[in-house]
């Protein structure tokens, strides 16, 4: 983890449909908090009772905010603890350890224009690039795509504010995303986050109508990658051998048995985490090694990447 | 010329177009345009000549259809054209200049300012290897200088003509030749003719 700690008191937490739920958290010394740029994330350490989960979430406070930092949390169907445990346990009055805000997704200044495309809850990190926007008169337009009956659930942060349009699946509500792509000025800068279904046709139909590398910007959801099949793992520096369960990342298990690895946004994007593996073949699930990286075999990101060998050997 | 340990040095490829592009806009100062050079460019861009503009700019282009081709009298106009344009070029546009170093890089900054990144222009320097001098003493820029040492045209110190490379100034570095032992200036040599 980069920085230090921060503890934080759960100020107010609400409901704001079936599945989502929006968490306000102060210090708990109440004192003033760092401030985080527009895009930033919080990870907070989740200890449920059977094993502690870190999640990272995108803030959707104002940018610079002291006071607070506030999160909307999707409970996931599938979820390996951590949304169900924000969902069910939390509440007001409770302290949470968390990391500093880290930020790997910021909006580009140098940019003419900002055109964000959001899947559903994916609309977080573009919460407070708006508040961000609302202030320095940036052109720019997002593009909320989400279901019929969520399209009013983020209306307290969407109100009074321009250039935002909501799409769902019928006719005539569906978002044309090859026809928006085509009509962007040159200088403009393209943010996707959403389901990795939606990220990565948006990211190919980007390629395809010749939008500069460079210009393109993409967040993905990364706990929903990590579980698999079991395998074990050799730290070769620690001399440890450490059994990865199904439903915990190899950096989880790793850190369960008292082993420091970095990391910071553990869900395979920023490439803290980096890793040489020495032995073993790796299932890589992550967005940050090039296929050069890949092909070589000797890097792993632990945080969401698993083993196709059934054991691994890291230099950890 | 045009290789160099130093690393701000900028190379250059042949212009190829780039098919993932969606418009194409060819920009040639006219008198870098070799006989039949023309030819071979218009087969080259072939494959995307209905999304093609070519601009050719100087009094000695030729006359060859590349596309939609635009006459224009000189490079300040082509800087005129990209300021005025401010909706006019799309993100998958691509932009392919030749021509001399001052011409390829008064285009590229040109274009820059309006938004292009440096993924979507291609460079390819043709004719003269004349540079541009920026003068580290004066921050004056001296234009078409063929010489390894040349007279500061703010300042008129002797300037060593460097290959180190400013993109936002679209100038080489000259800094003074004779400063530790003034009067002393080596031979001149005519080295970018």
Known sequence: MIGETLTLKVAAASAISPSLRHLRLVAADGGKLPPAAAGAHLQLVLKGATRTHRNAYSLISRPGARDAYEIIVRRVPSSRGGSAFIHEQIKVGDVLEAGWPGNLFAPVRTARRHLMIAGGIGITPFLSYLADFAFGGADYALHLCCREDEQHVFDPWLAGKSGVSVHWDADGRRLDIPALLAAQPVGTHLYVCGPAAMNDEVLELAAAAGWPASHVHCEHFGSALSGGEAFRAFLAKSGVEVSVGEDESLLEAIERIGVKAPCLCRGGACGVCVTPLLDGEADHRDHYLSAAERETGRLILPCVSRARSGRLVLDL | ?193
């Open chain 2, 1 to 193: 010329m045009l290789h160099s340990d130093i690393k701000s040095r900028p190379t250059y490829t042949q212009l190829e177009p780039d098919l993932s592009g969606s418009q194409h806009l060819l920009i040639v100062e006219g008198d870098t345009v070799l006989p039949g050079r023309l030819d071979s460019l218009a087969g080259t861009f072939a494959p995307v000549e209905e999304n093609l503009h070519t601009w050719l700019v100087g009094t000695q282009a030729g006359g060859l259809g590349l596309g939609k081709v635009w006459r224009l009298p000189e490079v300040a106009d082509v800087v005129d054209a990209f300021a005025c344009a401010t909706r006019g070029y799309g993100i998958g546009d691509r932009l392919y200049v030749q021509g001399t170093e001052p011409f390829l890089w008064s285009v590229a900054k040109a274009a820059a300012i309006i938004g292009f990144s440096a993924e979507q222009i291609h460079l390819h320097h043709a004719g003269s290897l004349r540079r541009r001098v920026w003068c580290t003493h004066c921050h004056t820029v001296t234009e078409n200088v063929t010489t390894s040492i040349a007279s500061c045209a703010g300042c008129h110190r002797h300037l060593l003509v460097r290959d180190h490379f400013s993109r936002r100034l679209g100038a080489f570095m000259g800094v003074m030749v004779d400063a530790e032992a003034p009067g002393e200036v080596p031979a001149v040599e005519e080295s970018f003719a």
